[in-house]
């Protein structure tokens, strides 16, 4: 189950439409009074929470879930137009598991829900993809091609697995910058190309999987 705090209606129910279409259930409320409400009958598996809200912002909510023993280990992911590096430090630094500033797309906001849930060992988040010969098994972080191991970095793992993760859809250079290497790394996209060709190289002819997508950046097809 997944809780999402938002004051706009239009924003909220989107969102909650989109993650329930994809099979993730989702529920959504207006101020802080409601969601607490929700989490004295059930406590979600993950809390999506805006920070500009009425009566209590999210980041007074986020501390008062850090705060409690029983809500202290569930994930968060703060989501507000608010996109300075303050609010950005500000909100992981009170225990935000991660950071998306509006406006941001459905895509990305599902594939950072299943991140946050395959983490915790939530059901629905998927642990082994394959696409032809290419299998990466999540729980073992192991990436095989026709049955035989392939050894990658850390960063071209979690890029692999990202793409795999959410296959046909295409990111930009600076989201998959952002989302595998963090909000502080300064090497610049040109990083990911390089990644991308390594990656390629290692996968042999399961390379050709990832695509090249001329004017965005890339995405995992593969059939």
């Not at 969601?35 to 809200?53: K, R």
């Not at 972080?141 to 990658?152: F, I, Q, R, S, W």
């Not at 502080?184 to 040109?190: A, D, K, L, V």
């Amino acid at each position: 189950m997944i809780y999402y705090v938002e004051d706009d209606d239009n924003i909220r129910e989107l969102v909650v439409y989109t993650l329930n279409q994809v099979g993730l259930e989702a529920r959504g409320y207006s101020c802080a009074r409601d969601f607490y409400g929700a989490m004295e009958q059930q406590a979600p598996d993950l809390v999506l929470l805006d920070i500009m809200l009425p009566e209590e912002d999210g980041l007074t909510i986020l501390r008062r879930l850090r705060a409690e023993a029983a809500t202290e280990e569930i994930p968060v992911v703060m989501i507000t137009a608010k996109g300075t590096e303050f609010d950005k430090v500000q909100g992981l630094d009170l225990g935000a598991d991660d950071y998306i500033a509006k406006p941001f797309g459905m895509a990305e906001l599902v594939a950072r829900v299943r991140a946050r849930l395959r983490r915790r060992g939530v059901k629905g988040a998927v642990n082994r993809f394959e696409a032809g010969d290419l299998v990466l098994d999540h729980r073992a972080h192991t990436v095989t091609v026709g049955g035989e191991k392939v050894a990658l970095t850390l960063k071209e793992y979690d890029l692999l697995h990202y793409l795999m993760e959410n296959r046909g859809t295409a990111f930009s250079r600076e989201q998959l910058l952002n989302r595998i290497w963090d909000y502080s790394y300064e090497g610049g996209s040109r990083t990911v190309d390089v990644h991308i060709q390594t990656l390629r190289a290692k996968l042999g002819h399961c390379g050709e999987m990832i695509e090249t997508v001329r004017g965005v950046g890339y995405r995992f097809g593969g059939k």
